[in-house]
């Protein structure tokens, strides 16, 4: 752990210039326990004591250059061997371990007391492996993002209510570096969906404005975000209902509304509401020639990868009023979120493989607690237990997994500084 929070620190110092005249750094790590991780389903790994650690290392600095001119760099890194359903490609996959670590740096310009700007680069790469015997880094799904962002922030009065607003467009640029469909000797065959090598690439232009209003001293706030994201992919082909594949490529298109109303009373008690609604549209197909040479059987699903998702999440916050070990009194979140998914054209199947007469539909949800406390002013303990359900009237499973019960305990502790 001390390696850890030196590194961090290192980060920062090594990249301040001997000119900084004012110098802020931050740094969050914990490392928790989970026990058990249990996977109601034929293809779980065997429950283990399993880990996880996150770290978060930020600074922000200026300089005699220009006095109202921020640097920030950021340095983020999460992992976890406790096996974990992740989504790659609109299909979900369990993996038995997981890193992910994060490097951005950027600016940000004080125009006035409350309009600032923003500007930052950034680079992602995640590892992810599916099973224990994989080598990091060689991961099927492993990918690297690249990409910038830049983002206006105004504050203002509006009818009595303080007002937060921020504007912002964002660029992203994902490969999947170990990536590969299975090529064709033959071009008489066809492979679904596509018979090319890099067809999970894609770019990601986003455009995203939001508000966070604060009522007064009520305690109330209202948060209203809208993003939409514009996805061309860099190889994918559009299929068509004779299996061929067409020279135009696959672009998805994705709406995202979010809604949150949270209340925090004196102390860090409340109760907290959440509602996101997506709508994505893409114009690529599916073929499906049900794992046979008699094309009389095959199916052609067109739009095979719209859908609507409705979220929502409701907490409820309570800080004890007595002590716990320490001066500090222990903090308490019980959540509960409901996600339900619904394919606008794609037709459910039977745990045979055999299409029904239904679209499908996943009917998503976890119930978790949260107990947190601090031991001091920049340590704390902290204890989660989390179940989550899964459901669809998707009963085959030979791509993806839809129908499992994933639980997990963990016990851990964290520094903030």
Do not use: H
């Not at 359903?85 to 409350?114: C, H, M, Q, T």
């Not at 794992?291 to 409701?314: H, I, L, Q, R």
């Amino acid at each position: 752990m001390n390696r850890i929070i030196l590194s961090a620190v290192l980060f920062c110092a090594s990249i301040v210039p001997v000119f900084a005249s004012d110098f802020a750094p931050a740094v969050d790590l914990s490392g928790r326990l989970t026990y058990p991780s249990v996977v109601s389903n034929e293809k779980s790994p065997e429950t283990k004591l399993s880990g996880s650690a996150d770290l978060a290392s930020s600074c922000m600095f200026n300089t005699d250059l220009l006095p109202n001119l921020w640097f920030i760099p950021t340095l983020t890194a999460d992992y976890s061997n406790t096996a974990q359903p992740l989504n790659i490609a609109d299909e979900r996959f369990l993996f038995a371990e997981w890193l992910d670590l994060y490097a951005s740096y950027g600016v940000n310009y004080d125009l006035g007391k409350e309009w600032e700007v923003k500007a930052r680069g950034f680079v992602r790469t995640d590892f992810s492996k599916q099973t224990a015997d994989e080598k990091t880094g060689l991961g099927l799904y492993d990918y690297i993002d690249n990409g910038f962002y830049l983002e206006n922030y105004n504050e203002f009065l509006s009818w009595n209510a303080n007002n937060r607003l921020t504007e912002g467009v964002k660029y992203l640029d994902r490969r999947f570096r170990n990536y590969n469909t299975l090529l064709s000797e033959s071009a008489s065959v066809t492979t679904t969906p596509n018979n090319y090598t890099k067809e999970l690439d894609t770019l990601i232009y986003s455009a995203y404005i939001g508000d966070e209003v604060e009522f007064g001293k009520s305690g109330w706030s209202l948060l209203v975000n809208f993003n939409y994201d514009y996805l061309p992919y860099s190889q994918q082909k559009l299929i068509w209902a004779d299996g061929s594949l067409e020279a135009l490529r696959r672009v998805d298109r994705t709406g995202k509304l979010s809604i949150d109303l949270p209340y925090y009373g004196d102390n860090k008690s409340g109760v907290e509401f959440q509602y996101d609604f997506i709508k994505n549209v893409s114009n690529q197909n599916y073929y499906d020639t049900m794992g046979t040479t008699d094309m009389s059987d095959d199916v052609y699903t067109k739009g095979y990868y719209d859908f609507v998702e409705n979220t929502g999440k409701f907490s409820v916050t309570y800080e004890f009023p007595w002590k716990f070990f320490s001066a500090y009194s222990p903090l308490a979140v019980i959540s509960f979120s409901l996600d339900l998914v619904s394919y606008e054209n794609r037709i459910a199947k039977d745990a045979s493989g055999a299409y029904t007469a239904k679209k499908q539909q996943d009917n998503n949800y976890t119930v978790g607690l949260d107990l947190k406390q601090n031991i001091s002013e920049w340590w704390n303990w902290l204890f989660n237990i989390d179940y989550t359900r899964y459901n669809s009237n998707m009963k085959y499973e030979a791509l993806g997994l839809y129908n499992y019960a994933y639980i997990t305990v963990s016990l851990g502790s964290g520094i903030s500084f």
